[in-house]
């Protein structure tokens, strides 16, 4: 006749195997890898030299008809300034808003935002909080999916100390 495994034995083992497997996974730390930043975003550039690397010599056309770009027109504080941008143009797989970009032209850093996009995604639109250093003209650039490149522009003046700027 078989032993019978008592419920103190089973939960001994189980506890055993749980700090062994535990012990082997700890045992061995692996190598922290951040993600890669993206090439387009994060680089110390004039708005021209971003654009032109990002988008090469294609033309930008005034999107103004389609593109709503949602900005405060005074931001008191310039660490914190909130935009969204929704583009009115259809998303399905034959024509889709494929990204979004934001740009802050007197930014050091001018390629502040971008957003990918598929059809699944329904609408285009995208929010976020980004930082403006000063007065500046902050741009919404949309990428369609045969290439089509759209544009608004809006001037965000900046305030210190909430005074006028």
Same mark, same amino acid.
């Given at each position: 006749?078989?032993?019978? /495994?008592?419920?103190? @034995?089973?939960? &001994?083992?189980?506890?055993? +195997?749980? !700090?062994? #497997?535990? *012990? ?46 949602? /900005?405060?027109?005074? @931001?008191?504080? &310039?660490?914190?300034?909130? +935009?969204? !941008?929704? #583009?009115? *143009? ?76």
């Amino acid at each position: 006749m078989a032993e019978s /495994i008592t419920r103190r @034995a089973a939960l &001994g083992t189980l506890g055993a +195997v749980g !700090v062994s #497997v535990a *012990a082997g996974a700890l045992g061995r730390p692996a190598r922290a890898a951040a993600q890669e930043a993206s090439p387009a975003l994060g680089r110390q550039e004039s708005v021209q030299d971003g654009l032109k690397r990002v988008f090469g010599d294609r033309p930008i056309k005034d999107g103004a008809a389609v593109i709503k770009l949602d /900005i405060p027109p005074i @931001a008191e504080n &310039g660490a914190v300034v909130p +935009v969204s !941008v929704e #583009v009115t *143009a259809s998303m399905t797989p034959a024509s889709y808003v494929k990204s979004i970009w934001i740009v802050a032209d007197k930014n050091r850093i001018p390629m502040v935002a971008r957003a990918t996009l598929t059809p699944d995604a329904g609408q285009a639109f995208v929010g976020a909080n980004i930082r403006l250093g000063e007065t500046t003209d902050v741009r919404a650039v949309v990428e369609q999916s045969d290439g089509t490149l759209l544009m608004a522009k809006r001037e965000v003046k900046v305030t210190v100390g909430g005074c006028g700027g």
